[in-house]
Structure formats: C-alpha cells, structure tokens
C-alpha cells in the first residue's frame, strides 16, 4: 500500500523559506520518481518539481528555478522541496505524488493524470 504524507507549509513573509517534506512508503524508492504540484483557490493544480530516483535527474517549472531545490534522503525514503525568496504568488496548497520515472527525454511529467498515488496537501501562505 503507497502511502505519501506531506508536511512543513506554513505562514511566511515574502523572502523567506520553508521546507516542505514528503514521507513515502510502499514504495522502491529508488526505482520511482516524486513530484510536487501546488493549487492555488480557484486554480488548476500545476507541476513544481520533479525528483527522478531511476536518472537521477531533477526538473523544475521556470518561475520556481533558482528558488527551488528538491532532493531526497533514501535512508529515510523522504522527498524535501526547500522554498526560498518566496513570493505572495507562491502561495497554494502544495502536494507530492509518485508516479514512474520518466525516461530521459520526456517531458509528460508536468501532468497530474500520470501520477498514481498522492499525498494530502500542506498549505503554504506568503504573505506580502
């Protein structure tokens, strides 16, 4: 049974960090790749990031680049998506979900349809 749990969003000012934690389990954490989407009331729920454990590669949205870094502890089969120079727009529910990992090249990653299992969300407010 997969389970993922995100936790560490928060209220922050604008400029500031936060780190946001993925703990999985049920799954060959080094066999699988982890995203994260954020959803913002009233929007589509959208990719930020992408940890592919098979290529060892990461990906990120371009607003989030620079900002952004996810990586991962295998010893503890747990996702990390450090946030800094956070902005208000920043703002949304955040979530984390497994899916397969993509093959080098691809590019299918940023769509929520093809990840299988999900975490719940954590709320991550930036306050201007």
């Known amino acids: 049974d997969v389970q993922l749990q995100a936790s560490g969003g928060g209220l922050v000012e604008t400029g500031g960090s936060l780190r946001l934690s993925c703990a999985t389990s049920?799954?060959?954490?080094?066999?699988?790749?982890i995203g994260w989407f954020r959803q913002a009331p009233g929007k589509e729920r959208t990719w930020v990031s992408l940890?592919?454990?098979?290529?060892?590669?990461?990906h990120y949205t371009d607003s989030v680049k620079g900002r952004f870094t996810i990586s991962s502890d295998s010893a503890k089969n747990t996702v990390y998506l450090q946030m800094s120079s956070l902005k208000p727009e920043d703002t949304a529910t955040y979530y984390c979900?497994?899916?397969?990992?993509?093959?080098?090249?691809?590019?299918?990653?940023?769509?929520?349809?093809?990840?299988?299992?999900w975490g719940q969300g954590t709320q991550v407010t930036v306050s201007s």
């Open positions: 940890i592919n454990h098979k290529y060892r590669s990461t």
């Open positions: 049920g799954l060959t954490f080094d066999d699988d790749a």
């Open positions: 979900a497994a899916t397969v990992p993509p093959e080098p090249g691809s590019t299918w990653f940023d769509e929520p349809d093809y990840y299988t299992d």
